[in-house]
């Protein structure tokens, strides 16, 4: 029988608070925090408390919905929870007192939508928030809301996220975030931490190998992050340092997850693997059968394809899944170990997502703790004192792009100025692009201590007397000035 824990309970009481109290709700808890079992337990009292009520759940991932749907009836059996997605079934039913759907579903029959009390807003830092100047809804979630607002005015809004930032917006309630933007929450109504779960056993602890230098981007165009089809490219120059990441560092690794650019840039890993020999950590042998130890995950295979990849991973048959942000998000495997970062990018939430599917804890396999390995040096860059808690959080600039401090610069050849998204001088014909050579080494590596604690203060000096002399100017006294 499960045991509830205290957090759990906190985030129960405080959300059912919240939300009878008129107000929206958004609740931050990390990811392997059980945020299915406290959403559905929230669900259960509200119903038990308000037996009309009716709540549709918006996923952001069709993977997220049967999961949802699983532990939703095991809490609540006597409740009819329909599903409202196409993808994972014919029809779409609207019938239930909860409706489970995404967003992409769901907008294409809101106009025939029934009357819907309380929306739960799933991974909500990844919906757009709207703008002021829009007179007109624009996003699919924004048209949802609204469409259902204007049937209920009493309507509540209930987000959950592990990170309630993202690029377009900062942070996502409040006053702090980017001007011009109208959040949906006016604070976060309860927030667990990743040191109270860690300090409880309820999440394994990180360990980290952290790469000093960096790829060159400067070449690389940034619009909130960075150019997906640009990046890729550079990185495509760069998949040796993986295979070597995993050969120095993960050899004894039960089950390791690379997150990569795009498919191009997955493709490009896979097949280094298989130019170089890996260290199987079962024997401690090289071999060559890369094919049974590793596989590839993207939107480009066939679904089919996709999900014996996904299957063979889940089921330890494959060690090494190398995928891009189809698993960022939703993806729940205990028995992960290893995350290998090999994707730059400006995106705080989209690193802690990452970062957090190595988190939960898999008493099954014997895991002691989850092995980042940053060949970016994303960590440093997102996170103060590689503390999950404290991470770096930009608000951006009200029309224009965060990353870009200069917006010229001088040809080294003849002085010209011109835009510094110029590859070459239009004067002289220089080259700016560096030339990238492909990194056949690993950079230069540092442990990090994810759970290091602030240097403490300085030791206070107390003051004992104090005395004070008054010194006058000679040249104003003879002037009869005081």
Same mark, same amino acid.
Request: charged fraction near 25%.
């Given at each position: 029988?499960?045991?509830?824990?205290?957090?759990?309970?906190?985030?129960?009481?405080?959300?059912?608070?919240?939300?009878?109290?008129?107000?929206?709700?958004?609740?931050?808890?990390?990811?392997?925090?059980?945020?299915?079992?406290?959403?559905?337990?929230?669900?259960?009292?509200?119903?038990?408390?308000?037996?009309?009520?009716?709540?549709?759940?918006?996923?952001?991932?069709?993977?997220?919905?049967?999961?949802?749907?699983?532990?939703?009836?095991?809490?609540?059996?006597?409740?009819?929870?329909?599903?409202?997605?196409?993808?994972?079934?014919?029809?779409?039913?609207?019938?239930?007192?909860?409706?489970?759907?995404?967003?992409?579903?769901?907008?294409?029959?809101?106009?025939?939508?029934?009357?819907?009390?309380?929306?739960?807003?799933?991974?909500?830092? *990844?919906?757009?928030?709207?703008?002021?100047?829009? *007179?007109?809804?624009?996003?699919?979630?924004?048209?949802?809301?609204?469409?259902?607002?204007?049937?209920?005015?009493?309507?509540?809004?209930?987000?959950?996220?592990?990170?309630?930032?993202?690029?377009?917006?900062?942070?996502?309630?409040?006053?702090?975030?980017?001007?011009?933007?109208?959040?949906?929450?006016?604070?976060?109504?309860?927030?667990?931490?990743?040191?109270?779960?860690?300090?409880?056993?309820?999440?394994?602890?990180?360990?980290?190998?952290?790469?000093?230098?960096?790829?060159?981007?400067?070449?690389?165009?940034?619009?909130?992050?960075?150019?997906?089809?640009?990046?890729?490219?550079?990185?495509?120059?760069?998949?040796?340092?993986?295979?070597?990441?995993?050969?120095?560092?993960?050899?004894?690794? &039960?089950?390791?997850?690379?997150?990569?650019?795009?498919?191009?840039?997955?493709?490009?890993?896979?097949?280094? $693997?298989?130019?170089?020999?890996?260290?199987?950590?079962?024997?401690? $042998?090289?071999?060559?059968?890369?094919?049974?130890?590793?596989? &590839?995950?993207?939107?480009?295979?066939?679904?089919?394809?996709?999900?014996?990849?996904?299957?063979?991973? &889940?089921?330890?048959?494959?060690?090494?899944?190398?995928?891009?942000?189809?698993?960022?998000?939703?993806?729940?495997?205990?028995?992960?170990?290893?995350?290998?970062?090999?994707?730059?990018?400006?995106?705080?939430?989209?690193?802690?997502?990452?970062?957090?599917?190595?988190?939960?804890?898999?008493?099954?396999?014997?895991?002691?703790?989850?092995?980042?390995?940053?060949?970016?040096?994303?960590?440093?860059?997102?996170?103060?004192?590689?503390?999950?808690?404290?991470?770096?959080?930009?608000?951006?600039? *009200?029309?224009?792009?965060?990353?870009?401090?200069?917006? $010229?610069?001088?040809?080294?050849?003849?002085?010209?100025?011109?835009?510094?998204?110029?590859?070459?001088?239009?004067?002289?014909?220089?080259?700016?692009?560096?030339?990238?050579?492909?990194?056949?080494?690993?950079?230069?590596?540092?442990?990090?201590?994810?759970?290091?604690?602030?240097?403490?203060?300085?030791?206070?000096?107390?003051?004992?007397?104090?005395?004070?002399?008054?010194?006058?100017?000679?040249?104003?006294?003879?002037?009869?000035?005081?």
């Amino acid at each position: 029988m499960f045991e509830e824990r205290n957090y759990q309970i906190q985030a129960i009481d405080k959300s059912i608070q919240t939300l009878n109290s008129g107000q929206n709700c958004l609740l931050q808890i990390p990811t392997g925090g059980g945020k299915s079992y406290i959403v559905s337990k929230v669900f259960a009292e509200l119903i038990r408390l308000h037996p009309r009520l009716k709540i549709l759940v918006l996923i952001d991932r069709e993977i997220l919905v049967l999961q949802l749907l699983e532990t939703m009836t095991e809490v609540m059996p006597s409740v009819n929870v329909s599903v409202a997605c196409k993808s994972v079934q014919n029809n779409i039913d609207l019938t239930g007192q909860i409706v489970i759907s995404t967003r992409q579903s769901f907008v294409a029959v809101l106009d025939s939508s029934p009357v819907f009390n309380l929306i739960l807003a799933d991974e909500c830092h *990844a919906w757009r928030l709207p703008e002021e100047s829009e *007179a007109e809804p624009v996003g699919q979630f924004d048209k949802i809301y609204n469409g259902i607002l204007t049937n209920n005015p009493k309507l509540r809004l209930y987000g959950v996220t592990a990170t309630a930032y993202n690029l377009q917006a900062g942070y996502i309630f409040g006053n702090v975030h980017r001007v011009g933007l109208v959040p949906y929450f006016q604070n976060i109504s309860h927030k667990v931490s990743y040191k109270e779960l860690t300090d409880n056993n309820y999440l394994v602890p990180l360990t980290g190998m952290i790469a000093e230098n960096n790829v060159d981007l400067s070449n690389i165009d940034v619009a909130g992050d960075f150019n997906l089809t640009q990046l890729s490219s550079e990185m495509c120059r760069h998949t040796k340092t993986i295979v070597e990441a995993v050969n120095k560092y993960a050899s004894d690794r &039960k089950s390791i997850l690379v997150f990569c650019t795009d498919a191009a840039h997955v493709e490009a890993v896979y097949d280094a $693997f298989e130019d170089q020999e890996i260290i199987d950590g079962k024997t401690g $042998f090289t071999t060559g059968e890369y094919q049974e130890d590793i596989v &590839k995950i993207h939107s480009k295979m066939s679904t089919a394809d996709r999900d014996e990849s996904l299957n063979r991973f &889940k089921s330890g048959i494959a060690r090494i899944a190398i995928s891009i942000n189809i698993l960022a998000i939703g993806f729940d495997h205990r028995p992960v170990d290893t995350i290998i970062l090999a994707r730059p990018t400006k995106s705080t939430s989209l690193l802690m997502q990452q970062v957090g599917r190595g988190l939960r804890i898999s008493p099954e396999t014997n895991k002691i703790n989850c092995l980042v390995i940053d060949v970016t040096d994303n960590i440093s860059l997102h996170l103060d004192m590689y503390d999950l808690d404290r991470p770096n959080v930009v608000v951006p600039r *009200a029309g224009g792009k965060k990353g870009e401090p200069c917006m $010229f610069r001088y040809c080294e050849k003849c002085g010209e100025e011109c835009s510094n998204r110029c590859v070459q001088c239009p004067s002289c014909g220089h080259d700016f692009k560096k030339e990238s050579i492909p990194a056949e080494f690993l950079p230069k590596m540092i442990d990090v201590d994810f759970d290091a604690k602030p240097p403490a203060p300085p030791e206070p000096w107390f003051v004992k007397s104090m005395a004070v002399d008054v010194h006058r100017s000679k040249k104003k006294d003879e002037n009869g000035e005081s």
